[in-house]
């Protein structure tokens, strides 16, 4: 571990909706090997929960927290946002992350899974974003990064929900951006490609299931129709995005929507 004093985010605290899983795991762990306080939050067993963020503390020498909000309810975002500031004294560096897919026809999609999708893929960003700016704005320090997808740049069939929410957050993005232009605030979005987290690995058994195919080929398969790398993307490599929109050489990367996706939105 490298002292606390050499690391860029030393003293700054981070929140990551979403981060109990996947990408948001990632970029948590990233974040806090800057030496960022995080707050974690995402749903999974309550144990292994609390091994989670206690074992990041002391892997990365920082101070964890958890709160459990559902991102689809507004007063449960509220008051994630007051313990962040009852425990750290605000959130320097916001990542909205928390996101559900749900794969469907338009006319088949079930109305509360589109309501579902919105709420916590979109909505939230939204209630996330208006409770931290007074903090960011007394600071006049803060990040922003907004998960959104290759699917915030393109579309794709079966995903309306899902694609609508994501350029519906890309379209958030330059809209935060702009309104903090002449601040130390920033706020911009990440696009990944496929990345192999659970939320990827249930469209993978489908595929398998659908076609007959062991999980290597069903995974092949996901990749050769959109990702040209034929290589995941990681979480590693988004935390490592992360951490530079953080850094003092992004104070002028401001709404960019930055896709990390092996080529996929390229074509
Ligand atoms: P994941 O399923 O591994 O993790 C999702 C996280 O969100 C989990 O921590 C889960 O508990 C949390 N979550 C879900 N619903 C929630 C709710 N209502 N309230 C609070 N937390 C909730 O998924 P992932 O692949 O890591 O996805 C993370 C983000 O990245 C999502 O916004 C997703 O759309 C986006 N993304 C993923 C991929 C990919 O290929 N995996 C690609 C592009 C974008």
Redesign the pocket.
Known sequence: MQSSNARQLSGKTALV?????????GIARALAGQGANIVF????DAQQIEKLYTDTGSEFGVQTAYHN????KPDEIAAMMDYAASKFGGVDILVN?????HVAAVEDFPPERWDAIIA??LSSAFHTTRLALPGMKQKNWGRIIN?????GLVGSAQKSA?VAA?HGLVGFTKVTALETAQTGITCNAI?????L????QKQVDDRAAREGLDNDAARKALLAEKQPSGEF?T?DELGALAVFFCSPAADQVRGVAWNMDGGWAAQ
């Open positions: 909706t979403g981060s109990t899983s996947g990408i948001g795991l939050n995402g749903f999974g909000a559902d991102m689809s992350n928390a996101g559900i897919q916590i893929n998960l959104a997808s290759v699917h899902y994501k696009c990944p490609g496929w990345v987290t659970p939320l990827v993307v979480p």
